[in-house]
């Protein structure tokens, strides 16, 4: 066994998160989704069928996501003391959330009622929500805690869950307005545009120099598969191309496919940590202080 | 009402990791997991360069992000200042480690030790598995900083309820104390120096002070 | 922690001393019996100048006691043949067994007589770093002096890893065995490689923290970004080995810029031999009839005796002497007669005339600007004529100081920057003086403890210095010891075993296998015996695959061991002590001493047992004692105890008496309670009596003592002594004369380290002796364009720790501990990125390890640090780090008159392995 050598450079500077790993990710990637499949379903659907499998998929999506938590927390047998801190805690209030989410879910799945189905839906988004101010309170990662990240995982969540929509749809045999398939070119214009804002108001206002070197080395591949592609495809659609069920998968797996690689990315590979900073370097003796130091920051010496 | 901070003056850190060390055997973290330690940072371009050493741990912020996330309430803030973690109450699900900006907090899954899979008797006789699987980081040695309320003594002039990093410092470079008291060593050495807090930007208001110069 | 509150716990008072910067005070928390932290003794924070604490280095002696891979019963080798390939199939036997063997050798030994037929001693031992294992073998050392004539000579690497000229120049010149600045007064320090916050422990971190604060200025001059430079006003990244050209230049803007009107006139009149005259052949110009040195009496206007009551001499000019002689090497004379002698001072002032920093820029690769910037802050900042009182005497106060580091005070060019650095101090009067440069203690000398008791009168006005004779009835043709010490160095002395093994230590390692061809002098022999103790020479020495190949031929060795390391890898038998927190011994503390412990008291302090020892390791007083029983040796060991060569003050005295009967074997906690109480009766002028039960729980025990002690100046004007500077006429004759011996011994392979010998230094091209050394070996030096230099690390120097897994964890917070260090621009064109695995060769070799790009460091220098690259010693093996010793050749083109060499090597570099 060789020990090997730590890179004092890697101490300094801002580093990738290593407490998150694909399981935490994951609660983000499936529970996201579910939460905006879940409202969608709720507002756009009303064949009890497709209803039905889409509600029962989001639940899937969503519990897998926290089932996977679940197995990355040091202490799964103590996970019920996450209710304890409501006043404040995000993680606490999306788990509450889950719990009506599941209940309002449940029924909504026996019962197909609006009575039960549309408070799943809005329960679906507050899921949503949660998980996005959970990202948003992290102070530790300026990727996340910017303030638009809210907004970008609320509308990659309501673009997947949109796109899974269009998948259910395209599979199950209820039939489908054209409206649902403008609704999701819109959801995919305002991911595009609240991506856009996000990714330059990070830049503005500044972010470890390895996030940004992630999420712009992201940004075509995001921007084509997630958007360009997808839209194409449902103009396709709209323009009475055959294989429209086809195609309509497609676009659904495509929008929904590159909402998950966004959030892997956020999560993992863009979770940049702060790093430190010194506004000033110590006189030794006698001189002058030094200039500030932000080791990893661009613009910044270090 | 106390205020316990620190104070850290960078004129006078050498980087030699006495506090790191010292903290290590006082607290009995495993290997690999510094609750304090001090980073070594050049900037500049040869032949102009600086190197600074800047000791870092838990700030003890007065408003501190890892407890406005921390689901269960395991993390508190304390009258005295002292951020503070219920072991027993944490699930370990790492949410404070994301939301501390200052790279403080640590979880460990499973028992390390300094030699392969056996603990030395040293790591034996003082080995918590009610650490296992739950966030950690710096207490400013809260048993000791609780004695003084017991034993009437001052932490930051008694070194038996001072911080073991502020203690073992060979440099002078730390010290510990109550701000709001005007008498204490850190409220003075703060009116005779310039000095900064890291990352206050981020509205944490940290209790740690580096000071950089004289005032 | 919650568990631990419920058990039974205590602090036990001790000490630190496993570097040369200790004593330092610590307290073990023990557990239920076990070790669990190290803490500060804040019982001693009054008396101990860093507050009672403690490095980093001794929070690893926790994990040192537990460590899994201690040997922990004595070991006997089973495979007769040794080497680095040879498994030496360690099996445990019982200490009865291990002593027995130990004693047969010796009583074998004794038989055969002491010294072989080369007349060298059939014993050699070996202690490591700077005399430390002294404070952890507990009565060993009596038990050597019990022995008779044993061969310090294998060195681990002093003389090449110690500030070796600083020991014998600056004890010659000012009883500094090491020299520090005087920092609690500093107002300005040029610190030349110095790395003081790194290797000086906490007194002297402490001191130069407290400075900066205060506001002082030190500049370090290095061609490397160290931890000590990080912390200095300001950085001058000189080109290795050319610091001699650095100093002249800052003489020469003192003295020819300056000049004597703003000097410090009255010191040079009466401190130094500034005035005395010397004759146009480079001697003194002496009285014909009392042979002692002439001055100019400006008062009588004629040449008088140097030491002429009333008489004022000129420091400067030439003066027309109607009468005098010479007397130069073996005592020959010649006459003169109205001769023109110029003062010393003259002699510089002509001398340094060359040095310009317009010429030093040349050389050093640091702008003459730079150069007359630092040379004229300098002497702003001396402020001569300044006065402080201390403790109700007024001194003067000269707050400058230049201290040199490791590499610039050993090997070639070291002569000349410690005569710089001592004149750069003589001329400002900030020499030994408040502020100013100051000498910690003596080796070379006697007493250790106190070195103003070392200053008498000497020859020619000046201290004694008890140089190894180089006249023809006494030069020892025969070398006493394999590394020469007495034959080749006479300014080492033969002050016991420092004076040896302060010798050319590497000669006595090459000479075992090759010697000149002009050797005339007995064949050097294996030892029959070595006994190596705290010392790893197959690591900490140079070239070190081939010493340990040396070491494999030794006959029978005997190694105190903690684990199986590179050098005990070839014992052939292995006993485990008692370790730092395991063990008892009692040492003095206090008064001043290296590299920066300037007290303002002095002592006594106890190491005590904090813990039982682990396994069968047994206490190095109960191993002594055993060891001298068996060998027939227990009535002069027993009666060195006595004289307390193992304590700190005799056994037996005026008014007391502990000592212990000759013909019984002591205990070792009656020996410890003995010295105990002979120390605490001595120290209190028989007021205080305490034994060890007192000393156990209390910890030391100290008197105070005055400021004054830190500096010598004081004692030397009591004497009426002058430091022998700047003119360096001994030298120059001592130089002739062993080169006479040895010529008439048709030995001329010494010839080179003669040309050292100089009244005044010239610059030589220093850097380029290490290219011709590789052009001699046969290699290109273009194929070899960069500088590999070592540097120290706290957390390792001195502490045989490379096994210890914590120090490994926080060491690696500081830059350097992954690798080598080079400079970024340069490792960009080579195509080096950070953490690539890259191949240091010189023409010895190649060294192995991760790069680590910096800007602090020179374009042309790599820097290894610490001693590493072990391939024995369990964890440490599998550091995958460099050492630069793997790649340094030990020969002796490289060593310096004084037998010294500096850890520098000419290098390639080249990308093995990208980083994962």
């Known amino acids: 066994m060789k020990n090997s050598a730590k890179r004092i450079a890697d101490l300094v500077s801002p580093r990738q998160q290593r407490n998150w790993d694909w399981r935490a990710a994951t609660n983000f990637i499936a529970g996201g989704a579910g939460g905006g499949l879940l409202l969608w379903t709720s507002i756009a659907v009303s064949e009890p069928d497709a209803t039905r499998t889409a509600i029962l998929l989001a639940l899937v999506l969503i519990a897998s996501g926290l089932t996977c938590v679940w197995f990355e927390i040091g202490r799964p047998w103590r996970a019920l003391n996450v209710y304890r801190h409501f006043a404040t805690s995000w993680m606490t209030r999306e788990a509450v959330v889950a719990l009506l989410l599941f209940a309002a879910g449940g029924l909504a799945v026996l019962t197909v009622r609006p009575l039960f189905v549309i408070p799943a839906g809005i329960l679906g988004l507050a899921f949503l929500y949660s998980q996005a101010r959970i990202l948003a309170a992290n102070k530790g990662i300026p990727a996340w805690r910017h303030p638009r990240s809210v907004a970008l995982m609320i509308a990659t969540g309501l673009a997947e869950g949109g796109g899974f929509l269009a998948c259910v749809l395209a599979v199950s045999s209820a039939v489908f307005s054209n409206w649902i398939l403008a609704g999701l070119v819109v959801l995919i214009v305002i991911r595009a545009f609240v991506w856009r804002m996000y990714l330059g108001g990070l830049v503005a206002d500044g972010a470890p120099d390895g996030a940004l070197r992630v999420l712009n080395g992201i940004a075509p591949r995001f921007l084509v598969f997630g958007h360009v592609l997808p839209a194409l495809a449902i103009a396709a659609v709209l323009a009475g191309i055959p294989g429209r069920a086809g195609l309509l998968f497609a676009a659904g797996i495509m929008v929904a496919a590159s909402g998950w690689f966004l959030k892997f990315t956020l999560v993992r590979r863009a979770a940049f940590s702060q790093g430190l900073a010194l506004l000033r370097l110590p006189v030794r003796g006698r001189g002058a202080a030094g200039p500030a130091a932000k080791p990893g920051w661009k613009g910044m010496p270090g | 009402m106390k205020r316990y901070v620190m104070t850290i003056d960078l004129r006078r850190c050498v980087g030699c990791q006495t506090c790191t060390a010292a903290c290590k055997g006082a607290n009995a973290t495993p290997p690999g997991v510094q609750w304090r330690r001090v980073l070594d940072i050049e900037t500049g371009e040869f032949p102009d360069v600086r190197r600074t050493f800047l000791p870092v741990a838990c700030m003890h912020c007065a408003n501190p992000p890892c407890e406005e996330v921390c689901p269960t309430r395991a993390t508190t803030k304390r009258a005295d200042g002292l951020v503070a973690i219920d072991y027993d109450l944490c699930i370990g699900c790492a949410n404070c480690v994301m939301a501390c900006p200052y790279d403080a907090r640590s979880i460990v899954h499973e028992a390390h030790y300094a030699y392969g899979d056996q603990p030395l008797s040293s790591e034996a006789v003082r080995f918590d598995p009610a650490r296992i699987g739950v966030s950690m980081k710096c207490t400013f040695c809260v048993d000791r900083i609780d004695q003084a309320a017991v034993t009437g003594r001052t932490p930051g002039v008694h070194p038996e309820v001072t911080p073991a990093c502020v203690n073992s410092c060979i440099s002078g470079a730390m010290e510990f104390g109550d701000i709001n008291d005007p008498e204490s060593t850190v409220s003075r050495l703060l009116g005779e120096t310039q000095h900064y807090r890291m990352h206050e930007e981020l509205g944490t208001e940290p209790g740690v002070y580096y000071i950089w110069d004289q005032s | ?916």
């Not at chain 3, 007493?447 to 008498?456: C, D, F, I, K, T």
């Not at chain 3, 020495?541 to 890898?569: G, H, S």
């Not at chain 3, 006595?642 to 020996?671: C, H, M, T």
């Open chain 3, 1 to 916: 922690m919650k568990a631990a509150q419920s058990k039974s716990v205590k602090h036990v008072p001790t000490l630190c001393y496993n570097c040369v910067s200790g004593p330092d005070f610590m307290t073990v928390k023990v557990v239920d019996g076990v070790a669990t932290e190290i803490e500060p003794n804040f019982a001693a924070a009054e008396v101990h100048p860093a507050h009672g604490k403690v490095c980093v280095k001794a929070y690893g002696l926790v994990q040192k006691t537990y460590n899994p891979n201690r040997i922990l019963s004595p070991m006997k080798r089973t495979n007769p043949k040794k080497g680095r390939n040879e498994d030496p199939g360690f099996v445990p036997i019982s200490w009865d067994e291990a002593l027995d063997m130990v004693a047969a050798k010796l009583n074998a030994i004794r038989a055969k007589g002491l010294r072989d037929e080369a007349g060298l001693p059939r014993v050699a031992v070996s202690f490591g770093h700077g005399g430390t294992p002294a404070n952890y073998m507990g009565t060993f050392p009596a038990l050597l002096a019990a022995w008779g004539p044993v061969d310090y000579s294998f060195g681990s690497g002093q003389g090449v890893k110690c500030v070796h000229s600083e020991h014998l120049y600056g004890e010659f010149w000012h009883r500094g065995f090491t020299v520090a600045a005087d920092t609690p007064n500093a107002r300005y320090v040029i610190a030349v490689g110095a790395n003081v916050e790194v290797t000086g422990g906490p007194c002297a971190v402490i001191r130069h923290a407290d400075a900066r604060v205060r506001g002082y200025k030190r500049v370090q001059v290095e061609p490397h970004l160290t931890v000590t430079g990080a912390c200095s006003a300001e950085w001058v990244p000189i080109r290795p080995k050319t610091d001699p050209a650095f100093l002249f230049a800052l003489i020469h803007v003192l003295v020819r810029e300056h000049g004597l009107d703003e000097l410090d006139l009255p010191f040079l009149r009466d401190r130094t031999a500034s005035p005395y005259l010397v004759a146009p052949d480079g001697l003194y110009l002496r009285d014909p009839e009392s042979g002692k040195p002439l001055v100019w009496d400006e008062v009588s206007g004629r040449a008088v005796a140097f030491d002429m009551p009333g008489a004022k001499p000129a420091v400067a000019g030439c003066h027309r002497v109607a009468r005098a002689v010479v007397v130069d090497a073996d005592q020959a004379r010649r006459e003169y007669a109205d001769v023109v002698g110029k003062t010393a001072h003259e002699m510089l002032s002509e001398h340094i005339a060359k040095y310009t920093p317009e010429w030093a820029e040349t050389v050093c690769d640091v702008p003459a600007d730079t150069i007359r910037r630092i040379a004229n802050e300098y002497l702003e900042n001396a402020s001569i004529g300044a006065t402080i009182e201390i403790d109700g005497k007024t001194l003067p106060l000269r707050p400058v100081a230049v201290t040199l580091g490791k590499s610039v005070n050993n090997g070639w060019g070291a002569y000349e920057c410690c005569w710089a650095r001592t004149v750069l101090a003589a001329l400002v009067g900030a020499l030994e003086n408040p502020g100013g440069l100051v000498g910690t203690t003596v080796r070379l000398n006697r007493p250790q403890n106190n070195r103003h008791l070392s200053v008498e009168p000497g020859e020619d006005g000046f201290m004694v210095q008890h140089f190894n004779p180089t006249d023809k009835e006494e030069w020892q043709s025969a070398p006493a010891t394999r590394n020469l010490h007495q034959t080749l160095v006479p300014i080492v002395g033969h002050n016991g075993a420092w004076s040896q093994a302060l010798g050319p230590t590497q000669l006595a390692w090459m000479f075992q296998d090759e010697r000149p061809a002009d050797w005339n002098m007995p064949t050097p022999t294996f030892p029959e015996l070595w006994i190596v103790y705290r010392s790893n020479p197959a690591i900490s020495f140079w070239d070190t695959k081939k010493l340990a190949e040396i070491a494999a031929r030794f006959p029978y060795m005997v190694c105190f061991a903690y684990t199986v390391d590179e050098t005990n890898y070839m014992a052939d038998l292995l006993l485990p002590e008692a370790t730092d927190l395991e063990s008892t011994q009692m040492i003095r503390m206090g008064g001043t001493k290296y590299m920066e412990q300037f007290w303002d008291y002095k002592g006594v302090v106890l190491r005590q047992s904090a813990v039982a020892p682990q396994g069968d390791a047994r206490d190095f007083t109960w191993i002594a004692t055993e060891l001298a029983r068996r060998s027939g040796l227990l009535g002069s060991y027993v009666d060195a105890i006595n004289r307390g060569v193992s304590g700190v003050s005799p056994l037996k005295g005026d008014g007391y008496d502990f000592s212990f009967d000759p013909a019984q074997a002591p205990a070792a906690e009656k020996i410890w309670d003995s010295v105990c109480r002979a120390a605490s009766v001595t120290l209190s002028e028989g007021k205080e009596e305490h034994g060890l039960d007192w000393f156990k729980e209390h910890g030391f025990y100290a008197i105070p003592m005055s400021r004054l002690d830190w500096y010598l100046s004081p004692t030397m004007e009591q004497k009426g002594l002058r430091y022998e500077l700047p003119y360096q006429e001994r030298l120059l004759r001592v130089g002739r004369e062993l080169g006479n011996r040895l010529h008439e011994k048709r030995m001329g392979w010494w010839d080179e380290q003669l040309s050292e010998y100089t009244a005044l230094p010239e610059w030589h091209d220093v850097p380029a002796r290490w290219v011709r050394n590789l052009e001699h070996a046969g290699a290109k030096a273009a194929d070899f364009p960069f500088w590999l230099l070592a540097t120290k690390s706290m957390q390792y120097h001195a502490g045989g720790n490379a096994g210890i897994e914590l120090m490994r964890e926080v060491a690696q917070n500081v830059r350097g501990h992954a690798g080598v260090i080079m400079n970024a621009t340069t490792a960009a064109g080579l195509g080096i990125a950070e953490g690539d695995r890259i191949e240091v060769r010189s023409h010895i070799g190649a060294t192995y390890g991760k790069a680590t790009l910096a800007q602090g460091i020179r374009p042309d220098t790599l820097v290894i640090m610490g001693q590493f690259d072990h391939w024995a010693t369990p964890y440490a093996k599998d550091l995958d780090l460099p050492s630069l010793n793997t790649i340094a050749p030990m020969t002796l083109d490289l060593t310096d008159a004084t037998g010294s060499g500096s850890d520098i090597v000419r290098v390639a570099v080249r990308r093995v392995e990208a980083t994962t």
